[in-house]
């Protein structure tokens, strides 16, 4: 059974071919640059060149050339403003050149969540400071306990062992 390609293959596949693309050109125009340089036959490089020449065309892809001299009519392509119209017997392939998104909803969505994000934050945030509010004499109590804790300690240690509290010098 055929399995869909995912979106992360199909990118690593597309990259490729265009690398592969962009190094077959580099090395047809280098081979060809340097043909030209021994030669002397022309003075610049050529990858793809389409031209008429005595009533056909004379096609020139990637190093090869071929010459068409009688032409049949398979279709006709049209080009209007925002679209190119592929025309074959009675099949019509429209394809567009301007792809319009809109993406006003999108946009509303992640305002939206982000305002909630933001009025979720600003409450955690007071109700945060409220508990630190509720808890700071608490704190401070059990700071003033463990400080004479280490008093009394101390004052009974000291005769034992020569403990002294921090910042008593002893």
């Known amino acids: ?41 022309r003075n610049f490089v050529q990858v793809v060149n389409v031209r008429r020449e005595n009533g056909g065309y004379g096609v020139y892809l990637f190093g090869q050339a071929a010459k068409f001299s009688a032409l049949y009519p398979v279709g006709k392509i049209k080009s209007t403003g925002g679209e190119i119209i592929f025309e074959y017997n009675s099949t019509r392939l429209t394809l567009p050149t301007v792809v319009y998104l809109d993406l006003n909803e999108t946009v509303y969505w992640l305002k939206t969540w982000r305002d909630q994000f933001v009025a979720e934050a600003i409450k955690t945030k007071r109700d945060l400071e409220k508990y630190a509010a509720t808890l700071r004499p608490y704190l401070t109590l059990a700071g003033q306990l463990m400080r004479e804790w280490r008093d009394r300690l101390a004052g009974l240690l000291k005769p034992l062992s020569g403990f002294s509290p921090p910042g008593e010098g002893g």
Do not use: C, F, P, W
Not at 19 to 41: D, K, P, R
């Open 1 to 41: 059974m055929l399995v869909r390609l995912s979106l992360a293959d199909a990118k690593v596949i597309l990259r490729g071919l265009l690398v592969m693309l962009a190094v077959i050109i580099a090395g047809v125009s280098a081979a060809e640059y340097q043909m030209n340089n021994m030669t002397q036959h």
